[in-house]
């Protein structure tokens, strides 16, 4: 166990519907991202907080909207996806003030949009 | 951040030592080598980093050439649960500290043998 939770693990969801996406860390960091990962494509960053502060937007599609009320919780907020949105999404956190950051990764969320 | 060049499978035998390249010709003075690993469909797992010395930690040894041009992640003794992508990542120092995303590419598959 890495620290980082999500939930759920699994989510199925047509275009018209709203979900979220949940992420929680145990390990006292100030950081927190969004990953995406698409079948056979590298891992690609979608949003980064810090300090609660969003200090990142990967040119993300206003359909994903990422919460992050605290340094402890991240929420990404679905609405109106296509399918080409399925995919794995990966919650991380780091330190965030540390000149080295390791990123500890959650198990991800698994979503298929029909 | 610079560019990684990695090999996209390799085999290994189980018990022997995994030895995994990485170019990075165009790294910086102020750039470290970071390597994760991702098992089937987990979140990635950070497995060590280094600036320019070499490095050893429980899970693996990181050899970095002294031009810094290229360098190796050796896993001594390979087991079946080696199995996994494994990244090569090249990020930038902040020098106060802060959040960056991981620029992932697509890693090397390795597949242990038994």
């Known amino acids: 166990e890495t620290g980082v939770t999500q939930t759920p693990r699994h989510l199925v969801m047509g275009m018209t519907n709203k979900k979220s996406l949940k992420c929680e860390q145990h390990l006292g960091h100030n950081a927190m991202y969004w990953y995406k990962q698409s079948a056979k494509k590298p891992l690609e960053l979608m949003f980064v907080?810090?300090?609660?502060?969003?200090?990142e937007n990967n040119s993300v599609p206003s359909r994903f909207s990422p919460e992050c009320p605290n340094s402890s919780h991240l929420f990404l907020h679905l609405h109106t996806l296509q399918p080409e949105d399925s995919a794995l999404y990966l919650c991380?956190?780091?330190?965030?003030?540390?000149?080295?950051?390791?990123?500890?990764f959650g198990p991800g969320t698994r979503l298929l949009v029909l | 951040d610079a560019k990684t060049t990695q090999p996209p499978s390799m085999d290994c035998a189980e018990g022997r030592a995994a030895n995994l390249p990485c170019n990075h010709s165009t790294i910086s003075g102020n750039e470290y080598v970071y390597w994760y690993r991702q098992i089937h469909s987990q979140g990635p797992q950070y497995i060590i980093h280094?600036?320019?010395n070499n490095e050893t930690n429980e899970m693996a040894s990181l050899i970095i050439t002294e031009d810094r041009k290229s360098s190796t992640l050796i896993l001594p003794h390979a087991t079946l649960r080696d199995t996994a992508v494994y990244y090569c990542?090249?990020?930038?120092?902040?020098?106060?500290?802060?959040?960056?995303?991981?620029?992932f590419g697509k890693g090397t598959h390795l597949i242990i043998q038994p």
């Open positions: 280094g600036l320019k």
């Open positions: 991380a956190s780091s330190h965030g003030q540390g000149v080295v950051e390791t990123q500890y």
């Open positions: 990542i090249v990020r930038v120092v902040r020098g106060g500290g802060g959040a960056d995303g991981l620029t």
């Open positions: 907080y810090n300090f609660k502060e969003q200090t």
